[in-house]
């Protein structure tokens, strides 16, 4: 008969490990896991307030409810032990947790807000740097401008100066000849002037003893 009886309870058992669902034992300081549905039977093991277990049968009429924890141990514990919501340690544990993760990553925002700031420090320095060296370029290529209309003017000028020389040169050598011709007509005319001029004295004398 006991065995039948034990036969049927593991059926029943196993049949509701399907709808399994997951609870918390409740802020007692300890609570026995059993073997059976009474006081009186066997403890697999005491479980902690707040541990995590999963239900595999619902609350039976003795009050008890057959559930599996973490490390696979299956059992019985009074229904009033179980509760839908994790127990009041096991909250704090969880905020204290949320909380240390929430500081931790603060901490990151601001050493990530502080690095943007070490970032938009050296962005604006790289802009300035970067403005400075396109305002040299500009002045760069202006003095180049500059230095090439220079050149321009200078060879302009260099050559505007050699056609002044060419233009003196011709001129001089205009002068020279016009003054080779004044010497080569002066230079005639005294010649003709020195046949000349004997001959009128001569002429003069000539009649000057006729008359006598």
Same mark, same amino acid.
């Given at each position: 008969?006991?065995?039948?009886?034990?036969?049927?309870?593991?059926?029943?058992?196993?049949?509701?490990?399907?709808?399994?669902?997951?609870?918390?034992?409740?802020?007692?300081?300890?609570?026995?896991?059993?073997?059976?549905?009474?006081?009186?039977?066997?403890?697999?093991?005491?479980?902690?307030?707040?541990?995590?277990?999963?239900?595999?049968?619902?609350?039976?009429?003795?009050?008890?409810?057959?559930?599996?924890?973490?490390?696979?141990?299956?059992?019985?514990?009074?229904?009033?032990?179980?509760?839908?919501?994790?127990?009041? %340690?096991?909250? @704090?544990? *969880?905020?204290?947790?949320? =909380?240390?993760?929430?500081?931790?990553?603060?901490? +990151? &925002? #601001?050493?990530?807000?502080?690095?943007?700031?070490?970032?938009?420090?050296? %962005?604006?320095? @790289?802009? *300035?740097?970067?403005?400075? =060296?396109?305002?040299?370029?500009?002045?760069?290529? +202006? &003095? #180049?401008?500059?230095?090439?209309?220079?050149?321009?003017?200078?060879?302009?000028?260099?050559?505007?100066?050699?056609?002044?020389?060419?233009?003196?040169?011709?001129?001089?050598?205009?002068?020279?000849?016009?003054?080779?011709?004044?010497?080569?007509?002066?230079?005639?005319?005294?010649?003709?002037?020195?046949?000349?001029?004997?001959?009128?004295?001569?002429?003069?004398?000539?009649?000057?003893?006729?008359?006598?």
């Amino acid at each position: 008969m006991k065995k039948t009886l034990a036969y049927l309870s593991a059926c029943l058992l196993f049949s509701g490990i399907a709808e399994a669902r997951t609870a918390y034992v409740t802020d007692k300081v300890e609570v026995p896991l059993r073997s059976g549905e009474s006081e009186r039977t066997k403890i697999v093991k005491m479980l902690e307030n707040g541990a995590l277990v999963t239900v595999l049968q619902e609350s039976t009429e003795n009050g008890y409810t057959y559930i599996q924890t973490n490390n696979g141990a299956e059992g019985f514990i009074l229904s009033r032990y179980l509760t839908g919501e994790p127990s009041a %340690r096991g909250q @704090l544990e *969880a905020a204290n947790k949320k =909380l240390e993760a929430l500081t931790e990553e603060n901490k +990151q &925002l #601001k050493s990530a807000q502080a690095g943007s700031l070490e970032i938009g420090k050296e %962005r604006d320095k @790289l802009s *300035a740097d970067l403005s400075e =060296l396109q305002q040299t370029a500009a002045n760069a290529i +202006q &003095l #180049k401008q500059q230095r090439d209309q220079l050149q321009e003017r200078v060879v302009s000028v260099e050559r505007e100066l050699q056609q002044l020389k060419r233009e003196n040169q011709a001129l001089a050598d205009s002068t020279n000849q016009d003054w080779f011709l004044y010497g080569g007509g002066l230079s005639l005319f005294g010649v003709l002037l020195g046949f000349i001029l004997p001959k009128l004295s001569w002429r003069r004398r000539s009649s000057g003893w006729d008359t006598f």
